[in-house]
């Protein structure tokens, strides 16, 4: 057996220079007409070999060797960055992917969840769930699912990942997923430090090596990432849409939750207000229980003596009560302000035309205010009046005396 596998390998490493002596003989000297049109056909096969397609003549007696995006001479290819899978196989994730869009994965979830049932032995004890659900590109849709196992005695357990897809990869069991519309199953599990050393020491087919090392040494995030190769423009496009498509998905996140912050502040500006509200409310009712709480204090102290400590309580209020009706101190500063504020909110009043309402002790000291003015502009009107009728009883009768003087004098 071992035998066996080593003339295998033999013939593997036989092959490969082989193959490799061919693109190069078909680059460099192909011998297909036997005069300098050779040297065009071997230009015509660089170009191909530069581009990664085609097919390189380069002698009658073999067939022409094929030039794929493999050969070691493409030149357009890159390296790029991809995220390392970081479940475990325990968690059980398999990724199926769907050639169907999002929207109508979506929308027949609940019958894919089902069929997949169907599809597991509709076994009571398992249930399928669905992790997440992607959309991809050309129309197709990762949908995420693990199955959990509950036991008669109420314990749960997810089946493993790779157990899983055992299952999903029978023959039998493919052909019903492809009735699904599941083109491909795999498993989104990390890869073991073993695994993951392999991948990075070995160059892919067709990379350079030392594009290869300088990619690993470029990695930003060794722990998160690793190096990809991208062939072709075709594979560039794939990631480029891969990228514009997530950065879709992005900018849809960044909205929602915009849109949830502008919500929240909303909310907080209400709450700020009912909790504004909620204070004067406090302290009016404060108010109202201080009162009856001095009117049954009063009644619980008719008719007994003034005490010493009421006594010193009440020279202290009549301290504090002076103190505040002094002319410059607080109860000056306090009106004041509150003429500043009735001023400025009668100007904002006017500026925004918006109404609001006034507070019923100040609407009352101000009827009063204007019916002294009204009662004043009344009297004065009255006195003018009243010396008005003085001034023309003093015309008429100047006027009379003068038509007397002048009869005499005739």
């Known amino acids: 057996m071992n035998k066996l596998r080593a003339q295998q390998q033999q013939q593997q490493g036989q092959a490969q220079p082989t193959q490799l002596y061919q693109q190069v003989t ?15 056909l071997a230009k015509w096969n660089q170009l191909q070999a530069y581009w990664g397609t085609g097919k390189g003549y380069y002698s009658s007696n073999n067939p022409p060797v094929d030039l794929t995006l493999e050969n070691p001479f493409c030149r357009f290819k890159a390296v790029g960055y991809s995220c390392v899978p970081m479940s475990k196989d325990e968690d059980g994730l398999v990724v199926l992917v769907l050639n169907k869009k999002e929207a109508d994965v979506r929308l027949q979830q609940q019958q894919l969840v089902e069929s997949l049932h169907k599809i597991l032995g509709s076994n009571q004890t398992l249930h399928v769930n669905v992790e997440g659900v992607k959309s991809l590109l050309s129309d197709q849709t990762e949908v995420i699912i693990y199955v959990v196992e509950r036991s008669p005695n109420g314990t749960s357990k997810r089946i493993s990942a790779s157990t899983l897809l055992s299952y999903l990869e029978q023959a039998n069991v493919k052909m019903q997923l492809n009735q699904l519309g599941v083109s491909m199953s795999i498993t989104r599990t990390e890869m073991s430090p073993a695994q993951l050393k392999q991948l990075l020491q070995n160059a892919p087919a067709g990379v350079d090596p030392i594009i290869w090392e300088q990619a690993k040494v470029d990695n930003p995030d ?143 000291e101000i009827k009063q205010h204007l019916k002294q003015q009204q009662d004043g502009l009344t009297h004065l009107i009255s006195v003018i009046k009243d010396d008005l009728e003085d001034i023309k009883l003093i015309e008429h009768g100047l006027s009379d005396s003068g038509h007397m003087r002048g009869g005499l004098h005739s």
Not at 29 to 40: C, Q, T, V
């Open 222 to 364: 060794p722990e998160k990432l690793i190096p990809v190769p991208m062939v072709g423009f075709k594979e560039l496009l794939r990631r480029l849409q891969i990228q514009e498509q997530m950065t879709k998905q992005h900018q849809t996140r960044v909205d929602i939750i915009s849109n949830d912050i502008s919500e929240l502040q909303k909310n907080q500006a209400t709450t700020v207000a009912k909790i504004a509200q909620y204070k004067r409310k406090l302290m009016d009712l404060s108010h109202r229980a201080l009162q009856v709480l001095i009117k049954q204090e009063i009644q619980r102290k008719s008719g007994y003596a003034i005490q010493v400590d009421e006594e010193h309580l009440r020279v202290q209020l009549d301290t504090i009560q002076s103190e505040l009706n002094a002319p410059t101190q607080f109860k000056g500063r306090l009106n004041e302000l509150m003429s500043q504020i009735r001023m400025q909110n009668h100007f904002g009043a006017v500026k925004s035309e918006e109404r609001y309402n006034v507070d019923a002790d100040l609407l009352r």
């Open 26 to 40: 078909a680059l460099s000297a192909p011998m297909l007409l036997g005069d300098e049109r050779d040297s065009i």
